[in-house]
């Protein structure tokens, strides 16, 4: 008994085997075939050169290849080495209609058509489904010459489908921002978003300027460049998946040496700002600071953080007559 059961991804044959008085289960994987449903090319043979082999449409490398010599059918000159005769071209069956409908045509070889008038079967019978056998392949052919009696043949075929390369990932630096300012010396974490709209990233390179600073292999993408001295450095990073590559946009940080921080004498304000102190202090631009308040030099509490813009930069607050105490200190790197 043979059973066969198909599905979208393989054949299954089950042949049941007794021996001995014993059964056995034997299964054959076949996978699924190949459908040419790419776009058509068009193959018009060229002239019989006495002396020269007649010109074949390669469709397999050294397996298949069709060919019309004389008055004669097609036959493979890759298997045929004796031109055509019963059954050619070999590793091939023929079927009239779609190629949709592949699996439920009858094929039959292409020289039983000559029993008929072959122009006129070929030319008048519509379009045909060819079956490479050996590399189970089905495509479409529509004849569109073939003179009786002989002569070059024309067909328009099917051919492979095309394959979509592989998506193309995408990357940001998304920390730092661009533009940032570190204070020397600084060690600074590069945190960067890679996607793929198919499979999976697999590696993300990181640059400074075009030193490699270090690579994840997945997430989270961050690494750290450490030690930066005062300067000016470019961040950028290369994320892969499935062998496809792609950078991110450049993000320019700096590093500069800061000032050190002091602090002016305290002013009382005149005018609109009656009322209210202000101080200067010396600043890095674009480094940050807080001002902390105290009551008694020992306890501390920020009332201010900004990111200097220039220097000296500018604290104002109401006068509150309470005697209190201010600084002015330098946060860490980010």
């Not at 599905?7 to 007794?18: M, P, Y």
């Not at 089905?138 to 004849?143: E, G, H, P, T």
Request: charged share 10%.
């Amino acid at each position: 008994m043979k059973i066969r059961k198909t599905n979208s991804i393989i054949a299954i044959f089950l042949q049941t085997i007794v021996t001995a008085g014993m059964a056995w289960g034997v299964f054959r994987v076949q996978a699924d075939p190949t459908i040419w449903n790419g776009p058509t090319t068009n193959f018009v043979q060229a002239g019989v050169v006495f002396g020269q082999p007649p010109e074949a449409d390669v469709l397999i490398p050294g397996a298949v290849s069709l060919t019309r010599n004389g008055n004669h059918w097609l036959y493979n000159t890759n298997v045929d080495l004796f031109g055509a005769d019963t059954g050619t071209p070999s590793d091939t069956e023929w079927a009239f209609g779609s190629l949709a409908d592949h699996a439920s045509l009858t094929y039959q070889s292409f020289d039983s058509f000559r029993n008929f008038n072959l122009s006129g079967v070929l030319l008048g019978g519509g379009p045909m489904v060819v079956h490479l056998i050996n590399e189970d392949i089905y495509l479409s052919v529509q004849f569109t010459a073939w003179p009786h009696g002989g002569g070059p043949f024309a067909y328009t075929r099917s051919t492979p489908a095309a394959v979509a390369p592989p998506p193309t990932p995408s990357v940001s630096i998304t920390s730092p921002t661009n533009a940032a300012v570190f204070a020397a010396p600084a060690d600074v974490a590069i945190s960067a978003n890679a996607t793929v709209s198919t499979g999976t990233v697999t590696n993300v390179l990181f640059f400074r300027d075009s030193t490699l600073i270090g690579a994840k292999q997945t997430g989270p993408f961050t690494v750290t460049a450490s030690g930066l001295g005062a300067g000016a450095y470019a961040l950028k990073a290369v994320a892969t998946a499935s062998g496809i590559s792609a950078t991110s946009s450049v993000v320019n940080i700096s590093v500069v040496t800061p000032v050190v921080t002091s602090l002016s004498a305290p002013v009382v304000t005149e005018g609109n700002q009656a009322g209210q102190f202000r101080f200067s202090y010396s600043s890095t631009p674009g480094i940050r600071y807080e001002i902390d308040v105290s009551s008694n030099l020992l306890t501390w509490t920020p009332v201010a953080t900004n990111v200097a813009t220039g220097n000296p930069s500018f604290f104002t607050n109401p006068v509150s007559g309470d005697g209190n105490y201010y600084r002015v200190g330098r946060l860490p790197n980010p």
